[in-house]
């Protein structure tokens, strides 16, 4: 558990940089490295981190409206075809933090990107069915994304280097062959 | 492992490492109609690194090579609730549990 002890140590990293970032008079939207093209706001939740990111990424609340957030802290016991039932009050303290932060809460420009494209009654499961996402990757080869060194739409890591330091940057992307 | 031969009924000597080497490997049906086990994700050696359906790594089950295994009993606890579920199509029981970390255990 050397990875988990290396990830809190991260997490603490990039919480006191993320505590920095707040403070300072920035809306509310903490920035990362400054690369122009870096939306996704820097958030620390410690049951987000831990919880969803043990079995993927910690995908950022901001990609999903607060309507869909509810649907998947709904149906965690089917989670994708996975059971990630959490205790009651774990699963309350993500879903606040989801909603705090979520696509539609005003609170991050991602997601007001998000929601330009979002469809007034949408409330997607999945962040790869957002018109935002869709777009975003029309160049990526269909072929690319059942690739096995890619394995789903859902590993963002796997062409997104630094996916888990919450860079998305487009420089930083390479399509495994 | 002793919480899990309390909660059963048995002495720890009587946890069975075999019986727990069964359940990890016996295969069931799974999505698609493809065969699952506890190694579809954890792979064969228990003492390898798996990887989950997305491609994260999940570090190795065996204590031998993860001393942080089976230390944390509401993680333990967690994990066989849902993985137990997603394989079995059920629960597994405190003997099961039991017997599956007795043969963890044991690995070298």
Same mark, same amino acid.
């Given at each position: ?5 290396? @990830?809190? =140590? ?21 920035? @990362?490295? @400054?690369? =122009? @093209? ?72 991602? =997601? ?53 330091? =919450? ?11 | ?56 790594? +999940? ?19 967690? &994990? ?22 007795? &043969?963890?255990?044991? +690995?070298?």
């Amino acid at each position: 558990m050397n990875y988990l002890l290396r @990830g809190i =140590g991260v997490l603490a990293a990039v919480g006191t940089v993320s505590l920095l970032a707040f403070s300072l008079p920035s809306g509310g939207e903490a920035r @990362g490295d @400054g690369g =122009g @093209g870096d939306l996704i706001p820097r958030l620390t939740h410690t049951a987000w981190q831990q919880e969803c990111a043990s079995c993927h990424l910690a995908y950022s609340p901001a990609l999903l409206p607060r309507a869909s957030w509810r649907r998947v802290m709904g149906g965690l016991d089917r989670h994708f075809g996975e059971n990630a039932s959490l205790d009651p009050a774990t699963q309350a303290d993500i879903l606040r933090f989801l909603e705090t932060n979520a696509a539609d809460s005003g609170r991050n420009r991602m =997601g007001d990107k998000v929601m330009q494209r979002m469809g007034a009654n949408e409330t997607p499961l999945r962040i790869t069915e957002t018109r935002w996402f869709v777009r975003e990757h029309d160049e990526v080869p269909r072929a690319a994304w059942t690739r096995k060194s890619v394995g789903s739409a859902a590993n963002c890591a796997a062409c997104h280097r630094q996916a888990e330091q =919450g860079k998305f940057d487009e420089h930083d992307i390479r399509i495994p062959k | 492992m002793a919480r899990y031969a309390q909660q059963a009924g048995v002495a720890v000597s009587a946890l069975s490492p075999s019986r727990g080497e069964a359940l990890y490997r016996s295969e069931h049906p799974g999505r698609g109609g493809a065969a699952q086990s506890c190694a579809s994700c954890h792979t064969a050696n228990p003492k390898q690194a798996g990887q989950t359906r997305v491609g994260k790594r +999940i570090e190795p089950l065996a204590p031998a090579a993860n001393p942080e295994r089976f230390t944390d009993a509401a993680k333990v606890e967690k &994990w066989f609730r849902r993985n137990c579920t997603d394989v079995l199509q059920r629960e597994c029981s405190a003997q099961e549990k039991g017997d599956f970390i007795a &043969w963890l255990n044991q +690995i070298k």
